[in-house]
C-alpha cells in the first residue's frame, strides 16, 4: 500500500503505521527519517541537507524533495510506503504529486486519521516517558507499576515539555493553521479516506477494506 498519514499531534499515526507495516512490508517513512539517513549515508544531497541542520535552519522543500524521490526508490519502498508527517503544507503536496508522477507511483489514500480535540488533549497530557530508554506510559489507561520509575529500565518517568495542556494546544493551533488544510487538497484530489480514530484497530481495518490488503 502507498498511503499518506494525515493527523494532528496525538492522533495516533505512529501506532496505526507500525500496525499498517506489520501487514505486507511497505515501510513508515518520515521526514526525520530521510534526513537523518541522507546525511548518515553521507549523499550530496545528504550533505547540503547537513549544512542548513548544523546551521539550525529549515530544510528547503527542494532539498526534502529531492531526499525523498530518493528515499522512495530504495528497494524497501517497492513494497509499499507510509509518509508519515509529510507532506506538512499545499506547496508539499503539490511537489510530492508531481514526484510521484514522476517515479510512476500511484497513491491509494491519505488518510487522515480524525480525532477530536478534547481526545488528543486528553491523550497526551496524561502520557509519560522514560528519560532514558524513552519508553512511553499513560497514568489513566498503563501507568508504570511504580509511579515515576520505569518498568523496563528504572529510568525517571516524566511529563516531557511539549506535553503539558499549553503546549499541546500551541501545537494543535500551529497543525490547524499549516497542515490542516491538507485534508481538503486531497479531497479534491479524490484519495481522501476519512477515519474516525478513536481505535488503531478500527483504523487499520477500514484502511485494508479500502485498498483491498
Given at each position: ?14 501506532t496505526v ?34 549544512a542548513y ?62 480525532v477530536p ?97
Open positions: 500500500m502507498q498511503l499518506i498519514l494525515l493527523g494532528a499531534p496525538g492522533a495516533g499515526k505512529g503505521a507500525k500496525q499498517l507495516t506489520a501487514i505486507d512490508g511497505s515501510v513508515q517513512i518520515s521526514t526525520g527519517d530521510i534526513l537523518r539517513a541522507a546525511v548518515k549515508g553521507g549523499t550530496e544531497l545528504g550533505k547540503q541537507a547537513k541542520m548544523d546551521a539550525g535552519d529549515l530544510v528547503p522543500d527542494e532539498l526534502i524533495m529531492g531526499i525523498m524521490k530518493e528515499r522512495l526508490r530504495e528497494p524497501d519502498a517497492q513494497a509499499g510506503f507510509l509518509l508519515d508527517g509529510f507532506p506538512r503544507t499545499i506547496p508539499q503536496a503539490e511537489q510530492l504529486r508531481e514526484l510521484l508522477k514522476d517515479i510512476d507511483v500511484e497513491l491509494d489514500a491519505a488518510v487522515n486519521l480524525d480535540r478534547d481526545v488528543i488533549l486528553d491523550r497526551l497530557t496524561t502520557r509519560r516517558t522514560c528519560v532514558d530508554c524513552g519508553a512511553i506510559y499513560n497514568i489513566k489507561s498503563m501507568p508504570p507499576k511504580v509511579e515515576g520509575v520505569c518498568d523496563k529500565c528504572g529510568g525517571k518517568v516524566v511529563q516531557r515539555d511539549d506535553e503539558t495542556e499549553e503546549a499541546i494546544s500551541n501545537r494543535l493551533d500551529v497543525y490547524n493553521e499549516k497542515t490542516a488544510p491538507l485534508v481538503d487538497f486531497y479531497r479534491k484530489e479524490g484519495l481522501l479516506l476519512d477515519v474516525p480514530a478513536t481505535s488503531s484497530e478500527v483504523v487499520v481495518k477500514t484502511i485494508k477494506e479500502h485498498v483491498g490488503a
